[in-house]
Every structure is written in structure tokens, then in C-alpha cells.
């Protein structure tokens, strides 16, 4: 079968690898459309979590053996540690992410538990079934605030996990969201979705500043904007700095929260809310043309805002 393949720090090449077969719990699903995250993009630069050779590719959409539309929880959890048992299942400390430690949807084929598919909604676009998986991560970062709908929110980053955050925070009912980003275009989206301001830098001040890129200087910028007692929630993980002034965290008694993935819980609750927000703005891209659309990205390319390779 035809796959986009990690194979070395900084290339990926279209092969032929055997199709998988699956085992007693599990089924292989026919991928339709696959997203390309950033998290790739940034991960395939070096040997870390993602050891080659490796098919990428967690936020994908398919069909069963059987012909559901379904689209996947690419997280596989134990189930019977700890954290499991608390409903923090994507803080499995033995957790795995199909496309990082296990093989992804970058590939006509691939093997995923039953327990992890879900029907997509009558109507929905394969492209906007792979917008589920990153709806799931805006979902769980908001929980973490408590959104209420009168704040002052800003949110680093135009890309597709800034973009479904706007959306999430819009759902939930705040009229005053700003998005910063240094691409034209992509603030050019987040004003079709909903964004009340867009800003090529971050100024003023906030009650809650989402960082969705991950850089160290994002994250100093979101605690900077922040106002004092106010919520910062980093989502990106562009690189493990961040220099931020701690000292004027404490004195302001500011919070700094990570978030991480999403519990089924609100994997489910984003597949819910998916027919009823904007997911029309991802970019199919031919499977001929998905080396070279990755690596243009990888490369720091910001058009398509969100590129969904379609098989």
C-alpha cells in the first residue's frame, strides 16, 4: 500500500510498505483524509518520540470494513493505571498516539482499536472529519479556564489549533476574541470564523491568552499580556523553552496551565459540536502531491492553513 514515511531527521519519502493486519480487538480502516498537525512538522526535524521508520499522521478519517464513515481517537491509553481510573486517560503514563508511537494515517491503510472509531455526522466533509481530532484539543483547553463569556481572550497562532480555538471560544458564547498571527491569510480565516480583532502582534491586556504555537517567545508574550490573576493555557509545543519572567508571575499571582489532548469525554463533545462550527477551511491535498506539500510546510510555507491529504 502507499504511505508518506518518516524515515530520517528531516525526510519523509511516498513508499510502498506492506498493509497491516489486524489483531483480536482492532480493525483496518481504509483512510480517506488525513491532517497534517504541526506537531509533524516540528517532530520530524529530529529522532525524539518519533522514531523512523514511522507512517506520521494522528488526525485521519476513514472507513470500516463494513463501510462506516468513522473518524478516530488516535489515543491509546491502559485503561488501568492511576490516572486512567481518575478520567485522565490522556495522561496515561504508558499512553501512545498512533502516528507517534504507533503507525498513523499517512497510509491507504491502518490498523486503530474498534474501542477508537467514531461515525462521522450525516453530510460531513472527509476534510472536516480530520478537523475533529484538533476541535478535541480546543475543547479540553477551555475546560480548563471555564470560559463564562464575558472575557477578554487572545489567542497566539492562526493555525489550525489557534483557528479551532476561536471557534470553541465563539461557541461558548465570548464576543471578545483577538488572534495574532504574522500571516495575512490566516488572519484572513480567523476574521471568517469570528476573530474580533487580528493582530500581527500581541498588545493590551487580556483575561485569558492561549498560546496554540509554543515558541519561548509566545509563551513569555502570553504571560506579559495576561492580566494579574489571569489564566494563560499553552497548547503548542513548538520547543520545550519558555522565557518567561516567573518573579512578575508570582507577584501578580497569574496562572500558566498546560493542556495536553483530550479525555473521550471530549473527544466525544467535539464530534458533537463538529456540524455545528466552521470546518470548511481545510485544503485537500492529492497524494501525489503529499511530500511536497509537507515539506513546503515544514519549510515554514503558511498556505494551506490547514492541508488534508486526501487517499
Not at 498560546?211 to 490573576?229: F, K, Q, S
Request: glycine share 10%; charged share 20%.
Amino acid at each position: 500500500m502507499r504511505a508518506l514515511v518518516f524515515t530520517g531527521p528531516g525526510v519523509v519519502e511516498l513508499q510502498q510498505v506492506p498493509v497491516p493486519e489486524a489483531r483480536p480487538g482492532e480493525l483496518v480502516l481504509s483512510v480517506r483524509a488525513a491532517g497534517i498537525c504541526g506537531s509533524e512538522l516540528h517532530g520530524f526535524r529530529s529522532v525524539g518520540f518519533r522514531k523512523p521508520p514511522l507512517v506520521m499522521g494522528h488526525e485521519f478519517a476513514g472507513e470500516t470494513p463494513d463501510g462506516r464513515r468513522v473518524v478516530v481517537n488516535p489515543l491509546v491509553s491502559c485503561g488501568s493505571c492511576d490516572l486512567c481510573r481518575r478520567g485522565a486517560p490522556h495522561l496515561c503514563r504508558v499512553r501512545e498516539l498512533m502516528g507517534v508511537h504507533r503507525p498513523g494515517g499517512f497510509a491507504d491503510r491502518v490498523v486503530v482499536p474498534t474501542a477508537a472509531v467514531h461515525d462521522l455526522p450525516e453530510g460531513m466533509t472527509w476534510e472536516a472529519g480530520t478537523l475533529v481530532e484538533p476541535l478535541a484539543n480546543a475543547v479540553h483547553a477551555w475546560k480548563h479556564v471555564g470560559l463564562q463569556g464575558g472575557e477578554r481572550v487572545a489567542i497566539i497562532g492562526a493555525g489550525a489549533i489557534g483557528l479551532v480555538s476561536l471557534l470553541v471560544a465563539r461557541h461558548l458564547g465570548v464576543g471578545d476574541v483577538t488572534v495574532v498571527d504574522r500571516s495575512p491569510s490566516r488572519l484572513d480565516v480567523a476574521a471568517r470564523l469570528g476573530a474580533t480583532r487580528q493582530e500581527t502582534e500581541l498588545q493590551g491586556e487580556y483575561d485569558v491568552v492561549l498560546d496554540a504555537v509554543g515558541l519561548a517567545v509566545t509563551r513569555a508574550a502570553a504571560v506579559e499580556a495576561v492580566r494579574p490573576a489571569g489564566t494563560t493555557v499553552w497548547l503548542g509545543l513548538a520547543q520545550p523553552e519558555s522565557g518567561f519572567d516567573a518573579n512578575a508571575l508570582v507577584r501578580q499571582e497569574k496562572k500558566v496551565i498546560g493542556s495536553f489532548a483530550y479525555t473521550p469525554d471530549d473527544f466525544a463533545e467535539a464530534l458533537r459540536w463538529a456540524p455545528q462550527v466552521d470546518l470548511g477551511w481545510a485544503t485537500p491535498v492529492a497524494w501525489e502531491e503529499s511530500q511536497r506539500t509537507f515539506l513546503r510546510l515544514a519549510d515554514g510555507a503558511s498556505d494551506p492553513v490547514k492541508a488534508v491529504l486526501r487517499l
